[in-house]
């Protein structure tokens, strides 16, 4: 939880449409809020699966007052108590990152996009020697006004 190793997966149980997971916690202190993003993702160069637990919401002080996740009211609490389920999602792993630089890699193989690219590039440079040719004649034009403009003025005194 918050990157701390606060328990192991003690039982998994597939089924058709999910898969159910029993977390034994090892910190009693520690409290899941039910409001919690709960994700399964892969680590490590040994794609190590774990079970992330982020909180959504900050607790305050008087949330965890008097919180006993083994009592009955516990299931009235803002927490997660003993044997409750929270639903989880299936987070980042190996596969889907090795699956998406596939198809990236892909579409830059195709010659289609290739060639567009290698038009776009040309064009991109006729249209900076155009400009530079523009800014060419705009700064003649302005030694030109400024000559004239100087012999105006300088030729009157």
Known sequence: MR?????????IQVKYNYI???VNINVPSVLIPKNSLVETTQT????????DITPLKNI???DIENINVFAKSCA???FVCH???IKGERGLN???????ATRISQRFDDPVLFNLVNVLLQNTIYISNEFIELTDIIV???ILIYDYMYQIFFSQM
């Open 3 to 11: 990157g701390i190793n606060i328990g192991y997966v003690n039982k």
């Open 20 to 22: 159910l997971i029993k």
């Open 44 to 51: 490590g160069l040994l794609n190590d699966t774990v079970i």
């Open 60 to 62: 305050t002080v008087q």
């Open 76 to 78: 009235k609490s803002l």
């Open 83 to 85: 044997y409750d389920y």
């Open 94 to 100: 190996y596969d889907d990152l090795v699956r998406a």
């Open 140 to 142: 003649d034009t302005a």
